[in-house]
């Protein structure tokens, strides 16, 4: 079983829906939860950070973090074309390092 | 403030040789890791410099190694390479060590082994 699991998608959405990403994970030491974009040929670009469980909002996003299920996730209100991307969930544990363990990535493309 | 700056961020090398890449971080960051992305095995962590001194590794083969500089500039290496080595190699900084601090990717080096 791989450490973090991300369904790759494609998925695909009309302008103005609501998005739903999901990571599952089995490290319990993992405390630190990140989500980053990623467009085409660029690199990842940090989106949201949350330390153990919980949610956070930001603009259009907010994350989810439920270390009991081991679960979490990125929701994206009114997406648009823009967020047409690669996301990607990273999580670490509460230890000296910056080793992020990764999910694949989910692709998504929002149509007009 | 400027971002994460990797050179070159395209290149051909030919199976068996080697290759140097470069990133500066974020001013003021003293943590650099170095990370490999390819289709099949995603984003896998390769190393992690501080303060010259590489602190953490991930499971790749020595033909894999880095160094950081003084000014927290740093290079990674690649010997002898194989067609598996072809991938995006991204270069990250952060302010310190320890994984409370915000990672921050630049746009990578794309390599092509033929």
């Known amino acids: 079983q791989k450490e973090v699991e991300q369904d790759p998608g494609p998925l695909s959405v009309p302008e103005g829906a609501i998005v739903s990403l999901n990571c599952t994970y089995s490290n319990s030491a993992f405390q630190y939860f990140m989500w980053y974009r990623q467009y085409s040929r660029k690199g990842p670009e940090l989106l949201m950070y949350t330390y153990s469980s919980g949610n956070k909002e930001d603009g259009r996003f907010t994350a989810q973090v439920d270390k009991s299920s081991k679960y979490i996730s990125l929701f994206i209100r009114d997406s648009q074309p823009s967020d047409s991307a690669t996301y990607l969930c990273a999580m670490s544990g509460d230890q000296a390092g910056t080793a992020l363990i990764f999910g694949k990535g989910t692709t998504l493309s929002v149509s007009s | 403030k400027a971002g994460v700056t990797q050179t070159p961020r395209y290149l051909i090398k030919t199976r068996g040789q080697q290759v140097t890449l470069s990133c500066s971080p974020i001013?003021?960051?003293?943590?650099v890791s170095w990370y490999q992305q390819t289709p099949g095995q995603g984003l896998q962590f390769l190393f992690e410099?501080?303060?010259?001194?590489?602190?953490n590794k991930g499971n790749f083969p020595g033909r894999f190694s880095g160094r950081q500089f003084s000014n927290s500039r740093s290079e990674m290496n690649v010997s002898t390479l194989e067609l598996g080595d072809s991938a995006l190699y991204l270069c990250?900084?952060?302010?310190?060590?320890?994984?409370?601090?915000?990672?921050?990717f630049g746009e990578g080096s794309w390599l092509t082994v033929v």
């Open positions: 001013s003021g960051h003293r943590s």
């Open positions: 410099y501080f303060s010259e001194t590489q602190r």
């Open positions: 990250a900084s952060s302010f310190s060590r320890g994984t409370g601090n915000t990672i921050y």
